[in-house]
């Protein structure tokens, strides 16, 4: 609206140009509020980490386990005795008798040698390997939550794809129609066209399944939030550390150290076992108070009692024995376990490794060469059908073809960075 010199506009129109920007504002604020915001795959990883319940489970009996260490680690609480000692029932009463008295005592037991400070630090140590344990679980959580959230962003690219090329392929069975109706293609033609485009069809319901299921694991990691529209673009996981580089970080690995500390506690166990052929012993200390007085007339004097009691384990021979091979062998075992959790890390290492290799160079191919050269050929096939110079089936295959090796590369490119996920939980890579 163009105001002339001395012309007053309308207040109507004025007041109605003010109110109506705000309003404007305000539904286009609404209308991307309603919009899901994308899930990235990093936020997946915070959603699925703080609340994993296995992880959670663990954490909360590694701080079990340090509390009751330290409760191993004090001695036993001690023991009060109070009592009256000495009455005579039959005549009498608390004076009557010098040996009558009523008493208070503390009785502290003291276990055999070192127990207490070994069962500590056999506790601490469980607790110490519920907290790796612990540590490697949120490593898998974090690879499985990875793995999940790349296998549905694979579905939702190649339903795109197919999505995509459908309309293609519809017009090619328009085209091949046409060109029948004026005699220059065959019926078989039509009918070939027609097949591609209800097996596309099918291929899509399968799809939409395979996505569904995506969905639904990824729910089981993060929730109600996998419904959410899946953010485009894969992470940059193109390079890794070199190979000795994570075979050294391999050996820090938590599953390692959960089985070095189970070792630990294991040998602490076998010096439980031969702390039982030592005593343990006790100690009683006790005050009497009596009344009445001596035969010379004095009063009768209190008394105080001290006594140490100490085991004597002289029959336990075959228990200590036993009970010391037994932890010898249990520590043994862990050993042996340790070794072969060693060894399957080290093989899945290996042979993620060499998959990662081979998927970079797949994909390297595909970018230089393949993905081209399938272009070519389909919209070389077309033109040389359309001349009448070459055959529909040669045209369907190449189309094929060509939507094939698109959705191959996505594959590739989403195995590629589910391998890194497996090689950045062996490595220990950063996020």
Request: charged letters at 25%; aromatic letters at 6%.
């Amino acid at each position: 609206m163009i105001l002339k010199y001395g012309h007053t506009p309308n207040r109507s129109i004025i007041c109605g140009t003010l109110l109506l920007v705000p309003l404007l504002s305000l539904l286009a604020g609404a209308a991307s509020a309603e919009l899901p915001v994308p899930l990235t795959l990093s936020e997946s990883e915070d959603l699925a980490l703080a609340s994993e319940p296995g992880r959670q489970a663990m954490q909360a009996g590694a701080t079990a386990l340090t509390a009751r260490a330290v409760v191993a680690g004090e001695l036993p609480d001690p023991t009060l005795r109070i009592g009256l000692n000495n009455y005579p029932i039959e005549a009498g009463g608390f004076s009557t008798e010098a040996m009558t008295n009523a008493g208070v005592g503390v009785r502290q037991v003291f276990p055999a040698g070192a127990t207490r400070s070994i069962n500590a630090r056999q506790l601490e140590l469980l607790a110490s390997e519920m907290h790796e344990n612990a540590d490697a679980r949120g490593r898998d959580v974090l690879t499985a939550v990875r793995i999940a959230w790349l296998s549905l962003y694979q579905w939702e690219k190649v339903h795109e794809l197919v999505l995509e090329s459908r309309p293609f392929f519809d017009d090619l069975v328009t085209v091949t129609r046409s060109l029948y109706a004026v005699g220059r293609k065959s019926q078989q033609d039509v009918l070939r066209a027609e097949l591609e485009l209800s097996r596309l069809d099918d291929r899509l319901i399968d799809i939409e399944w395979r996505r569904a299921q995506s969905h639904a694991a990824l729910s089981k990691w993060i929730g109600a939030d996998a419904a959410r529209p899946i953010a485009p673009g894969l992470p940059g996981w193109s390079m890794l550390p070199p190979f000795d580089d994570l075979q050294n970080a391999l050996q820090s690995h938590p599953a390692l150290r959960a089985a070095d500390a189970q070792v630990d506690a294991r040998g602490a166990g076998v010096e439980l076992a031969q702390q039982r052929s030592k005593p343990g012993w006790a100690l009683d200390m006790a005050y009497s108070y009596r009344e009445g007085t001596e035969p010379s007339g004095d009063p009768r004097s209190d008394m105080i009692s001290l006594n140490v009691s100490i085991d004597l384990p002289m029959f336990s021979k075959r228990s200590v024995d036993g009970s010391l091979t037994s932890a010898l062998q249990e520590r043994s075992a862990a050993r042996s376990r340790r070794e072969q959790i060693l060894r399957e890390l080290q093989s899945q290492l290996s042979a993620e490794h060499a998959r990662w290799q081979d998927l970079t160079r797949r994909l390297d191919l595909y970018d230089s060469r393949i993905l081209g050269q399938t272009s070519s050929n389909a919209a070389a096939s077309m033109l040389s059908y359309q001349s009448d110079r070459g055959d529909f089936a040669e045209v369907m295959r190449a189309c094929i073809d060509d939507l094939n090796t698109r959705i191959d590369y996505v594959r590739l490119q989403v195995e590629r960075a589910q391998s890194y996920a497996v090689l950045a939980n062996l490595g220990g890579l950063p996020r």
